[in-house]
């Protein structure tokens, strides 16, 4: 692989052109003021300013510029192998809400499309979850069975377009794929036409609770909203009630044009080799372009993400001849603790205040979903899936408690007073030898400290303390970013907030006195 290529741009970013809007400034009011400017929150002001309101977008960076613009983009009922897990924790009724929801979420994607002419490489394909190994059949034998039952046009098969063998398949009929971007781009045109305010870099720090909802943002500027959205991947003024039912993960993401004669005509998963994800999309000069996801893992473990990268594309060369990267960039996702998302009224809010998380990796169906039912909530309508996904429910969290105290176990154990005392002495050595590209962990002054030596040799070093709850982030040497174990948050070299749910930067530190 091109090792040049860093962490890269994601390839809808850089084949998108987003409308840039200015920041919030003084102090202005609305119906519905959405924090987060991704597929949650674009597709949520739609719905509510298609519905009359009056809706302004508070985005802390550029428009779809984060986890929406690292997406894979398939547009699925089938998400890996849920079903199973669902009509055995939750019920057969359970799954069937689940199903019928993400396909009326797909049919809406189809449906906008139409209503406002948007271009956005849409294209019908079957959805396959496999596997190489034999020991994977009747696991997936169960999921193709619970996934008809659950009302998908589902079948186990042993043949896919894939161009090497594989042991088995779920297979569903008519799903899809898009370019993101290019169709939020549609629904940014839209929002703008009826009236909609979109502002970037206006990063909410404070939301005060109450009918209005007040909220202020970094640059002191304000917004006063009847009704508040929190659509930020992972929530934040949830006053950590959520972040307790959500595990964090991120996959490395690598594409290329591939050579002609070996598109497999569909959306791929297996979870075989860290999970690897294929799917294929259009170029403009007529050829196809791969996609291949994999090597996931939780952001902070510092694990060697340029090993990672080399993994997957060892894997991509092996099962499709002739592939060659051009863009890499990497994904992030949380996914609930009970399997199911969170979308819905926000717990210990007032009833104006919704959220919509814990997407397990399907955030385009799902983001999607979460716009149709907070709009139908704000409207005053009722939960059109009978409160599958709300995020107060207490039965499926019960049911879900080893999975639950697992996660906050891994959480707790982060906790700086677990590892500051795991940093040693915190002696200059360490630092002296970091090498171009690397970064460490260390402790001066009884404080512990992230440094990083940059390619001109130059370091830069900032508190290794995350400004969410305090745990010790580790560096990404891929992304080059300082990245928290306990719920995701991630920074760059220099301390700047990249992802939440911290609202702060970490603070910088003198280098000089680390030598």
């Known amino acids: 692989m091109n090792q040049s290529l860093g962490a890269g741009e994601s390839y809808w970013t850089q084949t998108a052109s987003m409308r840039s809007f200015p920041p919030l400034a003084g102090h202005s009011e609305a119906d519905v003021a959405v924090v987060g400017g991704g597929i949650v929150g674009l597709s949520a002001a739609w719905e509510l300013a298609r519905a009359g309101m009056s809706v302004a977008v508070l985005e802390a960076g550029d428009l779809a510029g984060g986890v929406t613009g690292h997406t894979t983009a398939k547009l699925t009922a089938l998400h890996t192998a849920v079903y199973d897990t669902l009509r055995s924790k939750h019920g057969q009724d359970a799954a069937r809400r689940y199903a019928a929801s993400q396909s009326s979420a797909l049919r809406h994607v189809v ?50 377009g894939l161009p090497f063998p594989v042991a088995g398949a779920v297979r569903v009929e008519d799903q899809a794929q898009f370019h993101p971007l290019k169709y939020l781009s549609g ?31 970094d640059s002191g500027a304000t917004m006063t909203a009847q009704h508040v959205v929190v659509a930020t991947h992972h929530p934040v003024f949830d006053k950590n009630l959520l972040s307790t039912r959500l595990t964090q993960h991120r996959d490395l993401v690598i594409a290329g044009p591939m050579p002609d004669g070996q598109d497999p005509q569909g959306l791929y998963i297996t979870q075989e080799n860290g999970k690897r994800s294929v799917r294929t999309a259009p170029l403009p000069d007529g050829r196809r372009l791969l996609i291949v996801t994999g090597q996931a893992f939780s952001p902070g473990t510092g694990e060697d993400t340029q090993a990672a990268y080399v993994r997957l594309q060892d894997w991509a060369e092996q099962h499709f001849p002739g592939f060659r990267t051009t863009h890499r960039w990497a994904a992030q996702d949380n996914s609930s603790t009970d399997t199911l998302p969170l979308i819905g009224r926000l717990p ?15 955030g385009m169906t799902s983001g999607v979903l979460a716009g149709m039912i907070i709009a139908a909530l704000a409207r005053g ?101 300082w990245e928290c174990p306990c719920h995701g948050s991630r920074f760059g070299i220099d301390g700047e907030l990249l992802q939440g749910p911290a609202l702060h930067p970490l603070e910088r530190r003198d280098p000089t006195d680390l030598l």
């Open 348 to 362: 210990a809010k007032h009833d104006n205040v919704y959220v919509a998380t814990g997407f397990a990796g399907w």
């Open 111 to 160: 449906e906008v499309c139409g209503e406002l002419g948007i271009a956005c490489e849409l294209e019908r394909r079957p959805a396959f979850t496999y596997c190489e190994k034999p020991e994977g059949i009747n696991a997936l034998r169960a999921e193709a069975d619970a996934a008809r039952e659950a009302g998908l046009n589902a079948s186990f098969v042993t043949e896919t």
């Open 187 to 217: 629904l940014v045109g839209d929002i703008v036409a009826r009236g909609g305010r979109l502002h970037e870099n206006t990063r909410v720090t404070e939301l005060e609770d109450g009918h209005p909802c007040r909220l202020t943002t």
């Open 381 to 481: 309508d009722e939960d059109p899936w009978g409160g599958l996904y709300d995020p107060g429910r207490v039965g499926s969290a019960v049911r879900s408690a080893p999975t639950f105290l697992k996660a906050q176990w891994d959480v707790a154990k982060h906790f700086v007073a677990d590892r500051v005392d795991a940093l040693g002495d915190g002696t200059n050595g360490p630092v002296e030898n970091l090498r171009p590209g690397e970064g460490t962990v260390v402790r001066t002054g009884g404080k512990p400290c992230a440094v990083h030596r940059d390619d001109q040799g130059t370091l830069h070093a900032v508190s290794a303390v995350c400004t969410h709850l305090g745990c010790l982030v580790a560096f990404n040497n891929a992304e080059r970013t």
